[in-house]
């Protein structure tokens, strides 16, 4: 028998559960989705043969409402371990560990380990910078290491991240190879020129009584929102990734998860999202070429 272990994509708190799962020697498979494919991937999970998995995990994702209906009938083998406000509805089930203090990491960490032992210097080390790069304080905490992380995970893409950090706990060993370094240096030099050229075009906008400055870009979100909060008198940096998502970054007590409530999106005080939908990217391409008429089959 197996597991099934369900993630979410984006990012290093949302992969780092199946590397803690490998740790553990479980026979097990995993799906990463992005926030948008949850609820279809679960009613199509939630009409096979569940009786193949022992323990089903789902991390990091806030589970839609009525998949809950579903997911009931399967609450002795069903796990849910996130930290989104948004997904505070579900918090009086038994079988959902929810937490907006925490990570997803951190809390499949606690339950995983309490079963399977898997912890050690570098696991905790680990699991530390994962939960301060998801929730914004790796600057407050000087934790230098949740930023390698960070950059690492730019640089492996998810499965190769998931290969050599698996083998950086196995082995107890955190010390990043010659390889590494030397990678780390060329991102960071790359990310401050591509840093200092995105925000010459930052725009200024008023939004429900705050100041933010906000740039189109790909990548860099929490670096682009540190420069920004660093150098610019605004109460919050607006990142537009325009083929993907919207980041809202703030810091103390300047709560962008209402803002990012109010356009449809969540996440937590100091770090949110917003999705860029496709009929904004509709709307979008409407306006670059006035008159366009956008065809359906592809
Ligand atoms: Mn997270």
């Known amino acids: 028998m197996k597991d099934l272990l369900i993630s979410h994509v984006k990012d290093v708190d949302g992969v780092s559960p199946v ?18 494919e949850v609820e279809d991937y679960f009613n199509e999970l939630l009409n096979t043969d569940l009786s193949i998995y022992d323990n089903i995990y789902v991390v990091d994702l ?21 930290h989104h406000e948004s997904h505070m509805y579900a918090k009086d089930k038994d079988y ?26 570098s696991t905790d080390t680990y699991i530390n910078a ?26 492996y893409g998810k499965e190769i991240y998931i290969d ?24 960071y030099d790359r990310e401050k020129s ?15 009584n705050l100041k933010a400055g906000l740039v189109f870009a790909e990548k860099y979100r929490n670096e682009l929102s540190e420069y920004i909060l660093d150098n610019f008198d605004v109460d919050f940096a607006i990142i537009v990734n325009s083929g993907g998502g919207i980041s809202l970054r703030s810091r ?7 803002i990012a409530r109010i356009y449809g999106g969540g996440g ?31």
């Open 268 to 298: 937590h005080k100091n770090a949110s999202g917003l999705p860029v939908t496709i009929d904004m990217q509709k709307a979008f391409i409407k306006i670059l070429f006035e008159g366009c008429e956008l065809i359906e089959d592809k």
């Open 96 to 121: 959902v560990n929810l937490d907006i203090k925490e990570c997803g990491t951190t809390l499949f960490y606690k339950y995983i380990d309490s079963i399977y032992n898997i912890a050690n210097k």
């Open 194 to 208: 591509y840093v200092e050229h995105k925000v010459e075009r930052m725009f200024k906008l008023k939004l429900h």
């Open 130 to 155: 994962v939960k301060d790069l998801d929730l914004w304080t790796y600057k407050e905490n000087n934790n230098e290491y949740a930023k390698t992380i960070s950059t690492l995970f730019i640089l």
């Open 164 to 187: 050599e950090m698996y083998n950086h706990l196995k082995n107890n060993d955190l010390t990043l190879t010659e390889f590494e370094e030397k990678m780390i240096k060329l991102e």
């Open 252 to 258: 103390d007590d300047i709560d962008v998860e209402k």
């Open 19 to 36: 590397i803690l799962m490998k740790l553990t020697n479980r026979d097990f498979e995993y799906k990463l989705l992005d926030i948008y």
């Open 62 to 82: 806030t589970v839609p409402e009525a998949i809950y209906e579903k997911l009931d009938n399967y609450k002795d083998k069903v796990k849910v371990f996130d």
